[in-house]
């Protein structure tokens, strides 16, 4: 009897634990995983699955960063659900191609870019960040929205440090290209 | 793109990730490397456009209830080796046996809870372990103000009489820090107050109280600091002492900081 109520204490216990890792961090597991999937019902399924296995997981969490540990388990669903979800395209998201010879536009800054970065809306912005593939959407989420650390970035998407940093570099000059490029296809008359 | 410091150096020094020397070096190549300045204007212009963009996605309130019970009830069974009823349950004859213990269990639990709930469970030396322990717990409730609202002038209002001193409540929205309420917390001993701010759709708790009542020695400059991956930023001014804590990036905590530091009335 003493064994039960022992036990029933640490599922008590276990479940309150459990709930200080993952709660207080689902609006960082939502938006990651909706700027992932581009999609609200896929992000919230995948943010399901992923507490499925942050609970699968939760007894190797050394309980030093619940952020970054629960953000790990999500991208790394993200990626086995965008695998089962077969060949549709996918490994095109994957790989979207980055057009190194349209965008390698050396040199030439003029104040005009300058203010159509300034001047760069909301939509145009979401446009931007989607229109990167998913190595560098990854990452400059993960360093613009969410606020992670570099160190941070390279736990979750098991990248060296040196990556982060050239994947975020690559992703903001792909992102003033873009804002550039369509902002001066929309500011012109 | 001759420089080789514009590809990690510019973004290096934007993200704030270089230390004190490496900052200051990098400022000395600034003054003399315009495509690095260049550079780095256009990486600042992009920043404050995706800062004011807004894009966190945040979930639906439907969502939110939705991803939260799964959690909760996820919970139930966070330890691995799920407890087997003893055969008490399933006894004949065995139902005042079965009342018996269900009240044992909740006395148990009770004083269990009081326990946990009740006695400090963090060194008080380390304000911040506490400061940040009480920015998660107002993220498990769900609701993190106990007045929502954006007017100061109906949460200032609201600490009248449950407070022994007067909280300074700044309206921030047009610096793009917008107040979402406040609650009271305990901390220091003391209640004290709560205010909850937005940035970039993140939850901010910034807590204030008499400088007395910690025995606060921080200065007039925020100072930030991490705790579990939380971003903390402390100071204090005119008497009061200042805790903000959020999941925001840390440059953004520290301009919120900087702002309240700047225009804290006397």
Redesign the interface.
Known sequence: MLSSIRDRLFRQDGRHRFEQAVLPHLDAAYDLARWLTRNDTDAEDVVQTACLRALQFFDGFKGVNARAWLLTIVRNTFYSWLEQKGRGGSGGEIAAPFDEAIHSGEGATTDPEMELLRRADGRLLRQAFEALALPFREVIVLRELEGLSYKEIAAVAGIPVGTVMSRLARARRQLQEFLIAHGVKEGAP | ?SCPEI??GV??YL?G?LDLTSTLAFERHLGECP?CA?AL???E??????G?????????PE??R???R???T???????A?????A?WRAPGGAWRLQA?AA??LV??AS?SLG?FGAPRLAPDDMAEEVVAS??RS??A?HPADVASTDRHTVKPWFTGRLDYAPAVVDLAGQGFPLAGGRLDYLAHHPVAALVYRA????VNLFTWPAAYSADHAGPTPAALTR????VVHWTAAGMTYWAVS????D?LLRFAHLLAAGAPP
């Open positions: 793109m590809e990690h973004a290096a993200d990730e495509d260049r204007a256009r990486e212009a992009l920043r404050e456009a995706i004011r963009a807004g894009l966190r996605f945040t979930p639906s969502q939110t939705r991803l939260r799964a959690v909760h996820l919970g139930d069974s966070a330890r691995p799920a407890p087997r009823w003893p008490v213990l044992m269990l148990a639990i269990w946990r920015h998660v993220l498990l769900g970039d759709r993140h939850v579990q991956g939380f971003h999941d925001v990036a840390e953004r």
